[in-house]
């Protein structure tokens, strides 16, 4: 009795081990080719949502994100008011620094790590790479330049020059700053303690010893 050939099967059909996939089973060919014809549908829906978006008058999802546009906000900054147009992403230091030409706070690591942009915001140190120009709106913002008014050195500035606790520059707006902060809070200081309340600020030429002999001595002349 003649038997039926069965039909033969295809060796794309069968799997890593040579063998066919069984009933109910996918093959790895079979799943290449599912997930082929999945990417393309999604790609497709995602461009015709986009186009049925723009046919509805509403924006497609990526140009919702690019977010609001500038908004007008008043900067208190060493006692005077500041006006400027910002965006609600637009940091403290750049508007200081971009937008009313404040350049005394340094931008180095933008990330909240070396100290080099501290500003004095209510009394307290902070750093302003840290802190939206939006947020920043009714408190009291002092920056280095807000320091010498007049020309004349500040005593912490001053005991800077005299214990040589400046190098390359970059990073002495920061540390005078959050030297004042510390000094305002701090009328008997001690070498430990200015280590301690400087650890926030770092100084890449190592004039660490320079800095605290200048906070003590600033802190005489404030006396």
């Given at each position: ?21 069984g009933k109910g089973e996918f ?156 000094l305002d809070g701090e009328k ?36």
């Amino acid at each position: 009795m003649a038997h039926k050939d069965h039909p033969k099967e295809a060796p794309q059909d069968r799997d890593a081990s040579g063998k066919s996939p069984g009933k109910g089973e996918f093959s790895r060919r079979q799943f290449i080719k599912g997930t082929g014809i999945a990417s393309v549908a999604v790609s497709a829906s995602v461009l015709l949502g986009d186009e049925v978006a723009r046919a509805a008058g509403r924006a497609p999802a990526e140009e919702k994100w690019l977010g609001p546009g500038p908004v007008p906000i008043t900067l208190k900054i060493n006692g005077q008011p500041h006006d400027l147009q910002a965006e609600p992403r637009l940091t403290l230091l750049d508007a200081l620094r971009d937008r009313l030409d404040l350049t005394g706070a340094k931008k180095i690591c933008d990330r909240g790590t070396c100290g080099a942009c501290t500003v004095i915001l209510d009394g307290r140190p902070v750093y302003s790479c840290t802190v939206l120009a939006i947020e920043a709106q009714g408190h009291d913002i002092l920056t280095i330049e807000g320091l010498a008014p007049d020309g004349q050195l500040h005593p912490v500035s001053q005991a800077f020059v005299d214990n040589d606790a400046q190098q390359c520059g970059f990073c002495t707006p920061g540390f005078v700053m959050a030297c004042k902060a510390y000094l305002d809070g701090e009328k008997n200081p001690t070498y430990e303690g200015v280590q301690k309340a400087l650890g926030g600020n770092l100084c890449r030429c190592g004039t660490y010893m320079g800095i605290r002999h200048a906070v003590l001595e600033a802190a005489k002349k404030e006396a």
